[in-house]
């Protein structure tokens, strides 16, 4: 059978079968997203063109297509397909299936065998497969939203490749749902209905990468239109099947600035109220909670500075939460951080001092380093007085020489004027000793 063509007629859905299923890709041809794995040249579509795909575990997301994968490897290599699930199979089953296949193999005729939440199974259940796949009487595809390499047996693992899914992009999404609203055969194509410009966006949005889900939901919201005896599929609509308040929100554009300013200006504002309400309201319509995480950070280093220098620590770490732990669950590390922003002493000094020597520099331009701080490693640079006059802060008194750091022309200047707020208080005080030990240190004439 060749690569591209349709599955045998026994997998064809039956006309009433959810949208998902009857919309479940026939060939790559069909196939949206993992172009990392099924692009020209990548490994899993070399795999597929020789038949000769091996055994592997699919890992990946709810709704990233492991499945519809495992029927396309099958049937591009005129195989048995025989599926079953982690949940509902048991050791007998398995050990049933593994003989029919090896009585099969022995004339000749390939099994593919898909598990699907192989993870569920137990060590003694994967074990089960071991001989088989051995002995090549099987090809095992796995598919998963664990992490293989902690929920599937280390003897198994090793027989398999790995091959890692990843969530559809809101576009690849979107190409989805208009192919099934436009198909008369297996999608929506009959009901003659059609979507304004940003109601299947606001569905891609909303699904998450998540192929069944945005299928499901466009079907709920066909449902809906043909009661109502409507065609178009609008926001409105689209809020009512999923249940919840579709948000207006531009991912790129004024809506996409106006939230994340009005979320740092309350935070440099100290309002922890207005601070959660706009990171709320920035997530829940979908925005991007790793761009969320990195402006909280830049929140602590342009706003909080050295007044609470341990909120960049506490921001990274909201962000390496978010990271982690994923959505929703992250989300609640980022809330921490905004409030703890709010809350927290504020000063801009060091954003201010960045910016004025940005602005030195600028104006005098490359002005040389001072001979006494230049180092002198040659005989010939000690002769040009290249570290003459420099004087060692560790054997002084205070730690602190009477000694000119900046180039000529900007001895004098001053960049970093501590507030009164928070830690910033102790760092001005230390500053204003800093400057009697040097005074004291200078030479009296």
Known sequence: MSLFDSLPSDSTPLPDAPLPERMRPRS??????????????KPLR????????????????????????????????SANFVEFSAVTSGLKEIKQVMADAERGATHGMRTVLFVDEIH???????DAFLP?????????????????????????LSRCRVYVLQALTEGETVSLLQAALNDPERGLGKLGLHADEDALTTLASYSNGDA????????????????????????????????????????????????????????????????????????????????????????AVEDIGLAAPEAL??????????????????????????????????????????????KDIA????????????????TLMRDLDYGKGYQYAHDLPGRAAAMQCLPDGLEDRRYYRPTEEGRERQLGQRLQELERLRNRAIPQT
């Open 120 to 126: 569920r199974f137990n060590k003694a259940q994967q």
């Open 313 to 358: 620590n506490l921001t990274l770490s909201a962000q390496q939460a978010m990271h982690f732990l994923g959505s929703p669950e992250g989300e609640l590390a980022l809330a921490q951080a905004v409030v703890y922003l709010a809350l927290a002493p504020k000063s801009n000094a060091v954003y201010l001092a960045y910016g004025e020597a940005g």
């Open 46 to 77: 070399i795999a597929i063109e020789t038949g000769e795909p091996g055994s592997m575990i699919f890992w990946g997301p709810p709704g990233t297509g492991k499945t519809t994968l495992a029927k396309i490897v099958a049937g591009s290599t």
């Open 212 to 299: 069944r889900y945005a299928l499901n939901a466009l079907d709920a919201a066909a449902r809906v239109l043909t009661g109502k005896r409507e065609t178009t599929l609008t926001r409105d609509v689209v809020a009512e099947v999923l249940q919840q308040r579709t948000l207006l929100y531009d991912k790129h554009g004024e809506q996409h600035f106006d939230l994340i300013s009005a979320l740092h200006k309350s935070v440099r504002n100290s309002d922890p109220d207005a601070a959660v309400y706009w990171l709320r309201r920035m997530l829940q319509a979908g925005e991007d909670a790793n761009y969320v995480a990195r402006r909280v950070v830049r929140m």
């Open 28 to 41: 790559l041809l069909e196939f949206a997203g993992q172009q990392h794995l099924l692009g020209p040249g």
């Open 132 to 156: 088989y796949v051995e002995r090549g009487a099987i090809r095992l595809i796995g598919a998963t939203t664990e992490n293989p390499s902690f929920e599937v047996n280390a003897a198994l």
């Open 363 to 378: 104006a005098s331009g490359a002005l040389p380093v001072p001979l006494h701080l230049r180092n002198a490693p040659t």
